[in-house]
């Protein structure tokens, strides 16, 4: 490909896609030409608890060369984009590194800055959780600051309980917190920004090709191992196929449906992280695929 030629050695490589779209391959090849390690930028292979169903490298693929951010966070452990911030930087003070994932907002937050807002305070955000599943997001809304609330994603419930805590714990406005948002770890001028650029009808047959495979390396015994310790408030649960397959280890849900279910959830996720791209990643050099 001839982005892969025209990449410099002496400069970052950050490869961002959805789901399915080859990126830990890619990144992989380019890793190795250039002698740097590979860093996840994916914020469910973060967790230990999931491997194979967050399709993370496999052993094989990591034992070629150095891995950095995978499987090291405990699956009942919360992880925030100012941890995974504070795990990249020391990384990029050594051989450059390709940075590869589908997270579109450790990656923005990687190349434009982080606002340092102090955590949610546990009694505030159990009251945010509460109002948002009795269908209140609208409710909390109109309590926000007007800035924010002119800022955000209207019709998005997590994006506005994400705000109102920010608001209830702090007493100043999400909108505020970015504005004061420190200089990038790393600028996108500082780096070589790669965006796969993958279509819904090349990207979904690869998506239900993969989720097939996973059944065949493992996913279902991961499932039965997570089982019995499992449930959705956990913050690996997010894994695309989690619920499912716990579903149907535990009688709940046959394997037809459940794999039906995970595909169809992939394809939904997979638009999301495209819509986000769409969105924050303009300055990005686009890889045309299909």
Known sequence: MEIVKSLEPSRP????????????????EIAEKRGGPVVNADALQVYGDWHVLTARPSEADEARLPHRLYGHVAGDQSYSVGQWLRAVAPLLEGPPPVIVG???LYFTALTEGLAEIPETDPGVRA????????????GMLAEIDAETAARIDRQNPMRIQRAWEVWRTTGRGLAAWQDD???ALLPLSACQPVLIDAPKDWLNPR?????DLMLEQGA????RANAPDWHASLPSAKA???????AHVRGEMDLDAAREASVIATRQYAK???SWFRARMKGWQLMPMG
């Open 13 to 28: 490589v950050l490869i961002a896609g959805p789901t399915a779209s080859g990126k830990s391959a890619l990144a992989l």
């Open 102 to 104: 589908g997270t579109g």
């Open 127 to 138: 009251e945010a959780m509460a109002r948002v599943a009795a269908g209140d997001a609208q």
């Open 181 to 183: 948002t420190p200089p």
């Open 207 to 211: 998506i239900e090709r993969r989720f």
């Open 220 to 223: 279902l015994e991961e499932a």
């Open 240 to 246: 695309i196929g989690a619920a499912e397959l716990v």
């Open 272 to 274: 999301r992280q495209r």
